[in-house]
């Protein structure tokens, strides 16, 4: 069951627009991803969301402070991740090596909301353990397995795992790539209708101007 906080217009509304989970090889990645985020407006329509009502995707939870060694989890990361309305894994090998990513991901389901989760591909391929090559995997076993109805974990079918952006060779233009596919999962909206949102702004600053 997933945790509500506040509640406005029947709904559960979150304090961060998403929790960011990554292994600390990937702290360049996370943070830039973060940043990049908060510089992004946020349509009026959806602001309501998130309880602080913000204009651009803030606050975001990213954690900086832990030394990130061993698999549990802090009383600041568990209230972190129930106050986050999606989760986004930087996925990488090291991440698939991460202790910490695999249960911050786990925890994330445990609270019902394993259909908000979204990838960012730092390095490595998704769904190469499928294919014989394991040692580029980039996506946590628990982003690629499912518990069964009798109780064991079972691999899912690639259609059925999270939506991957991919950085690619880190170029500015795939960069913003990113950046549009994050936050068109973050509204929950296709690409298409995020650039018809665009367009209707720009639009309405010219007849502003």
């Known amino acids: 069951m997933v945790p509500v906080n506040h509640v406005h217009g029947g709904g559960?509304?979150?304090?961060?627009?998403?929790?960011?989970?990554?292994?600390?090889?990937?702290?360049?990645?996370?943070?830039?991803?973060r940043d990049a985020l908060l510089r992004e407006k946020v349509p009026v329509k959806f602001r309501e969301r998130v309880s602080v009502r913000a204009s651009t995707f803030a606050p975001i939870f990213l954690d900086e402070h832990s030394m990130r060694a061993g698999a549990s989890l802090s009383a600041e990361l568990q209230l972190g991740l129930q106050d986050s309305r999606t989760l986004i894994v930087i996925c990488s090998p090291f991440a698939v090596a991460s202790g910490y990513v695999?249960?911050?991901?786990?925890?994330?389901?445990?609270?019902?909301?394993?259909?908000?989760?979204?990838?960012?591909?730092?390095?490595?391929?998704?769904?190469?353990?499928?294919?014989?090559?394991?040692?580029?995997?980039?996506?946590?076993?628990?982003?690629?397995?499912?518990?069964?109805?009798?109780?064991?974990?079972?691999?899912?079918?690639?259609?059925?795992?999270?939506?991957?952006?991919?950085?690619?060779?880190?170029?500015?233009?795939?960069?913003?790539?990113?950046?549009?596919?994050?936050?068109?999962?973050?509204?929950?909206?296709?690409?298409?209708?995020?650039?018809?949102?665009?367009?209707?702004?720009r639009a309405l600053r010219v007849t502003a101007g």
């Open 12 to 33: 559960p509304e979150y304090r961060y627009w998403a929790f960011i989970s990554y292994s600390h090889f990937d702290r360049r990645v996370a943070r830039w991803l």
């Open 102 to 201: 695999s249960e911050e991901i786990r925890h994330f389901q445990s609270l019902g909301k394993g259909d908000r989760i979204f990838c960012v591909v730092a390095s490595g391929v998704p769904n190469a353990t499928d294919d014989g090559r394991a040692n580029l995997e980039c996506l946590p076993e628990a982003l690629r397995m499912r518990t069964s109805a009798d109780g064991q974990d079972v691999f899912t079918e690639k259609a059925n795992r999270p939506i991957a952006a991919l950085i690619g060779d880190d170029t500015k233009e795939e960069r913003r790539k990113v950046i549009r596919q994050v936050k068109a999962a973050l509204l929950d909206v296709s690409m298409e209708e995020l650039e018809k949102f665009g367009s209707r702004t």
